[in-house]
């Protein structure tokens, strides 16, 4: 009796406490359930969209119905004319502007850092973090206005000083600088809030420790400062560089125009061109798809060497 | 004395560097500023001193032109009752449905790997924007106001801030006294967590709206109807094109009725682009000036954990 009684209590606890932890866990579910939606229309179902990576769409097949091509797509990607031209566009315009826009938010926040007065400090914050409200296309069309050959101010500095007015958006070797000056610009000052965020959080106890011993503030940003921020900056590296090949189409469809496609012909917007503007949807695709992988590569290579280097990782 | 007088003297090294610092920042700052400036100027200008370029430092002629030009644009203006109506019903949608999964992800359940690796995957894989064009046409998204409202409704990276923000700053302490109580995870989530959450809720309505407002891509790829478009895909037209007699200037002088009017209208347009980034980027500069001492913490504690 007892030995029959007793697992079937303990079953009875169990399938209650299964039922207490369902009847809890279900709620997790239905929250969580909006964002899985979401996740999975936006981000889930077009993966489901790159088999046409490998097919010949036709709308009027649909996406299963269209015939299999292989690595046609591919093929003709790589092997055509411009493929060199796209892929090196765009790894340099990456490739500068994380020179450029990597390190300068870590020295602006050091310089910021070095403020004594915490008015200044904070007056000087709410000033640089202003730029990053203004849209893409607000900062563009301030270049083309700023810079106008015949109406814009730059150009008129230029001529008063004798100079020759510059076609700004129209010259090929202007592209890059301008691309990476206005995002520095715009997000330089945003971008110093990590670091910021990481400086203020160290203990005030080193800095006092270091002014005892005669340390100048050199010496300090040196041997405090830098060593602080630079697991995060490793970190953020490595974020950057899953995106050499990634794409700013948004601003560089912008500041495309018909002068500068030589250098401003970027992967991004010509997939946007040709895929939307010309229905070439498959042959697209397919670019879309090799770009990506190689990000992903990218990504985590650089992320297995940090492991390797500096035990500095994402995962 | 002597103790007092090395307390406030700071080695020569160090006065040399602040001396310095002071100097970079000051131009740093005017670097900023300056192109703000010229911009606020030169919407308040006459057409002639702009594009002559005698508008460098103060208003010159004032004259307020180009912002009749602006609001008597009725595209503009509907355009601009658009963005606010996407900005605020896509940022409310948003920031509700990711809070609620943020904090599913602070608790235990059963699958919680699955679900964190399902979200993360998508920060480093994604099908790109063709997949994704034919995925929302085929779903019947196409050219719809509801895209523009839900789409990349959920930012992974926003939703990781926000669970490591609730995972640090509310303590697991008021969940289990909750759970004595008798609370389910959603009284729990309704009771305690939101009201606990208003840094992050700041944070996330900025991000969130900030990308929302000055987003131009979307629309371009998948509203059709003039009628639906946002405020910045139409300030595209007006402001990214080359300006040599070009559609942003037809786009003023449209409204206008005769030769004379014409001549008139492409003057006004000139003034007119400057006026419409005022129009646009005011209200969200003014609006992050005074909000910034509620969110810019939160952005700090986000992104030290995240």
């Given at each position: 009796m007892q030995t029959k009684t007793a697992p079937a209590v303990k079953r009875g606890t169990w399938t209650q406490r299964f039922r207490r932890a369902f009847k809890n866990d279900w709620q997790i579910y239905l929250l969580l359930l909006p964002a899985m939606i979401m996740v999975f229309i936006f981000c889930y179902l077009p993966l489901y969209g790159i088999q046409i990576a490998f097919k010949d769409y036709k709308a009027v097949l649909g996406i299963t119905g269209s015939p299999w091509v292989g690595l046609k797509n591919f093929t003709d990607f790589f092997g055509a004319y411009y493929f060199k031209r796209l892929l090196s566009n765009t790894f340099l315009l990456n490739l500068y502007n994380l020179l450029w826009g990597f390190p300068i938010p870590i020295l602006l926040a050091i310089l910021l850092n070095q403020f004594e007065r915490e008015r200044f400090k904070k007056f000087t914050q709410t000033i640089i973090y202003?730029?990053?409200?203004?849209?893409t296309v607000v900062m563009a069309g301030m270049l083309y206005l700023f810079l106008s050959?015949?109406?814009g101010m730059v150009n008129h500095l230029i001529t008063s000083l004798g100079g020759e007015s510059i076609y700004f958006m129209v010259e090929p070797g202007w592209f890059r600088t301008l691309f990476i000056a206005t995002d520095i610009w715009q997000h330089a000052g945003w971008n110093t809030i990590l670091y910021i965020a990481t400086l203020t959080g160290i203990d005030p106890g080193l800095y006092e420790a270091a002014t005892i011993d005669g340390a100048s503030k050199l010496q300090k940003i040196l041997h405090i400062e830098i060593p602080h921020l630079l697991p995060i900056a490793v970190m953020m590296l490595i974020l950057n560089c899953g995106s050499l090949l990634a794409s700013n189409t948004d601003k560089a469809l912008l500041m495309q125009t018909s002068g500068n496609m030589?250098?401003?012909?970027?992967i991004g917007v010509y997939v946007y061109q040709m895929g939307l503007?010309?229905?070439?949807f498959s042959y697209t695709t397919a670019i879309g798809l090799s770009i990506n992988v190689i990000n992903f590569v990218t990504i985590m290579a650089v992320n297995w060497i940090s492991r390797k280097l500096s035990s500095t990782s994402l995962f | 004395m002597q103790t007092q007088k090395r307390k406030v003297q700071k080695p020569l090294g160090d006065r040399i560097f602040d001396i310095c610092n002071l100097i970079f920042w000051i131009i740093f700052l005017i670097i900023i500023i300056y192109p703000l400036w010229l911009i606020i100027i030169a919407s308040v200008s006459d057409p002639d001193a702009v594009i002559s370029g005698e508008v460098l430092l103060w208003p010159k002629d004032f004259s307020m032109m180009g912002y009749e030009a602006v609001f008597q644009h009725q595209e503009l203006l509907r355009s601009y009752a658009n963005s606010i109506f996407y900005t605020l019903a896509g940022t409310a949608l948003s920031v509700v449905v990711t809070l609620m999964a943020a904090y599913s992800l602070t608790r235990k359940f059963a699958g919680k790997a699955f679900v964190n690796m399902y979200f993360v995957f998508t920060m480093f894989f994604t099908g790109g924007l063709i997949p994704q064009f034919l995925m929302n046409r085929s779903l019947g998204l196409y050219n719809t106001v509801l895209l523009m409202i839900i789409i990349?409704?959920?930012?992974v990276w926003n939703l990781m801030v926000a669970r490591t923000y609730i995972s640090t700053n509310i303590p697991d302490d008021l969940y289990e006294a909750a759970m004595i109580d008798g609370a389910d995870h959603i009284t729990y989530f309704v009771k305690v967590v939101l009201p606990l959450s208003g840094m992050i809720v700041a944070v996330l309505c900025v991000y969130y709206g900030v990308s929302r407002w000055n987003d131009y891509f979307t629309a371009l790829v998948y509203i059709r109807d003039r009628t639906k478009l946002p405020l910045q895909t139409v300030l595209r037209e007006i402001l990214a094109t080359l300006t040599t007699s070009t559609s942003s200037d037809s786009f003023f002088s449209?409204?206008?009725?005769n030769i004379q009017g014409m001549t008139e209208a492409i003057r006004k347009a000139e003034v007119a682009k400057y006026c419409c980034i005022v129009v646009s980027t005011g209200p969200a500069v003014i609006l992050y000036v005074f909000m910034q001492k509620y969110f810019v913490k939160g952005v700090m504690i986000g992104s030290l954990k995240g």
């Open positions: 202003v730029p990053h409200f203004i849209s050959p015949t109406n030589a250098t401003s012909d970027i503007g010309k229905a070439q | 990349n409704c959920v930012s449209a409204y206008a009725d």
